[in-house]
């Protein structure tokens, strides 16, 4: 490819900070690069937060740099205080590498590992050996209190209690630039731009050390119009594991976004060429539903697979249109006279029998489109016969046949 990866981040949206636009952009555009960007597991999934580094990561990795996804085995069991209030809880070394066996999985939908095109490294493997004397004496050193205390990632949790175990995250993560540089000729990292002061201090550590030329770069981060977070929902966050938010639920979030937003995320998390998203973008009213149902499949696509993305959305059309002929079929068999209840309860359609009862005495269960009143009613053989749909709340919608 001619064109320069730099550029094409920037007109996307992506570029937040950098530590030498001009300089990063000609070595980007000259050479193939090795960069990195740190991922700490601090849960079993990763999340629409780390959306726009994964992208990010696979348009670097299109134009022949080579990605090293960094796993905090090490860094995690300390807590990055970037962007919290509260301190992070300390997890068991098991629960760390769990998580990171399963942020592997996810991320190979966005980057190729193969033949070393991308690699997977855990910090763990070399902080965990450092000793607390060499920290002091090979890094601490190049460390000003001063200036660490002015790092907004510090600021924020100052007025609750700073602890001296987060204190020590900007070295441990600067030191994982120099060790990355020294074995990997790793010369960039990347990061959200809640990450800036971090990276700040592994740029500056290493060419201290070393005296090689190494640079930094942020990318936004995923936020709505109003500044608030993107990929909060009333359940928590948007989880990129289908047991956690199912394929269906992750497409209707991203096709409910405000119209305000849709430019970013086509932007920012598809790779629909630029001419396609302004267009998309600059449809007006009614029209810009074509929009988010784009961003919505290509959105879902990515994460959970093309199969996942057309079922989705099929549902979702059949939502609103309330047409329900192309829903997954249930097969149940021959069910005459068995509660409605029971049935929906065997086939995890409800949570619970008793949460079933609950939705029925609200007016929350539909059968064909009649609302069903009676907690204990019964499915007939007419039913049984000609298949029935159920409608669960508003947006769930199961069909059942024989």
């Given amino acids: 490819m001619s064109e320069n990866v730099f550029d094409v981040l920037k007109e996307r949206g992506f570029l937040a900070q950098c530590t030498n636009e001009d300089e990063v952009r000609e070595m980007l555009g000259n050479k193939k690069v090795t960069f990195y960007i740190g991922f700490d597991p601090t849960a079993d999934s990763l999340h629409a937060g780390h959306f726009i580094a994964l992208m990010a990561m696979s348009w670097m990795q299109k134009f022949g740099h080579r990605p090293i996804c960094l796993v905090g ?44 095109k991308a690699l997977m490294v855990n910090n763990g493997d070399w902080l965990r050996k450092l000793g607390y004397i060499d920290l002091l004496r090979e890094v601490g050193a190049h460390f000003t209190v001063n200036r660490m205390l002015a790092a907004e990632c510090y600021k924020q949790r100052w007025e609750k209690g700073l602890t001296f175990i987060e204190f020590n995250y900007m070295v441990m993560q600067a030191y994982d630039f120099y060790k990355l540089n020294a074995d990997y000729d790793c010369i960039l990292e990347m990061g959200g731009d809640d990450q800036w002061s971090n990276i700040i201090a592994g740029v500056e550590l290493t060419r201290r050390k070393t005296g090689n030329a190494v640079y930094g770069l942020t990318n936004k981060l995923l936020l709505k119009s109003d500044g608030s ?16 938010v199912s394929p269906f639920d992750f497409y209707q979030y991203w096709r409910n ?14 790779f629909l060429p630029i001419g396609e998203v302004n267009r998309l973008s600059s449809l007006k009213e009614e029209k810009i539903n074509e929009a988010k149902e784009i961003l919505a499949y290509e959105v879902t ?6 199969d996942a993305a057309e079922e989705s959305r ?37 949570e619970s029998k008793s949460k079933g009862r609950q939705l029925i005495k609200q007016g929350g269960i539909s059968i064909d489109d009649e609302k069903i009143s009676d907690q204990d009613y019964s499915i007939g053989e007419n039913e049984i016969e000609h298949g029935f749909t159920v409608k669960i709340g508003k947006k769930k919608f199961f069909k059942f046949i024989k």
Avoid: Y
């Avoid at 997890?91 to 942020?103: A, K, L, R, S, V």
């Avoid at 977070?229 to 956690?244: I, N, P, R, V, Y």
């Fill in 73 to 116: 085995g090490g860094t995690g069991t300390v807590g990055d205080p970037s962007g919290r209030s509260d301190l992070r809880k300390v997890m068991t070394d098991e629960t760390i590498e769990h998580n990171c066996n399963c942020f592997k999985k996810q991320m190979e939908r966005f980057i190729d590992f193969s033949d070393g």
């Fill in 257 to 270: 976004v405000d119209d305000a937003d849709v430019k970013t995320c086509l932007s920012l998390l598809t």
């Fill in 314 to 350: 099929i549902k979702a059309k059949s939502l609103f249109s309330g047409s329900t002929q192309d829903l997954e079929a249930i097969h149940i068999g021959d069910v005459a006279g068995k509660k409605l209840i029971d049935i929906l309860a065997e086939n995890n359609a409800i």
């Fill in 229 to 244: 977070k993107m990929g909060k929902t009333a359940g928590g966050a948007l989880w990129l594991d289908s047991e956690k």
């Fill in 301 to 306: 696509k990515l994460v959970h697979g093309q």
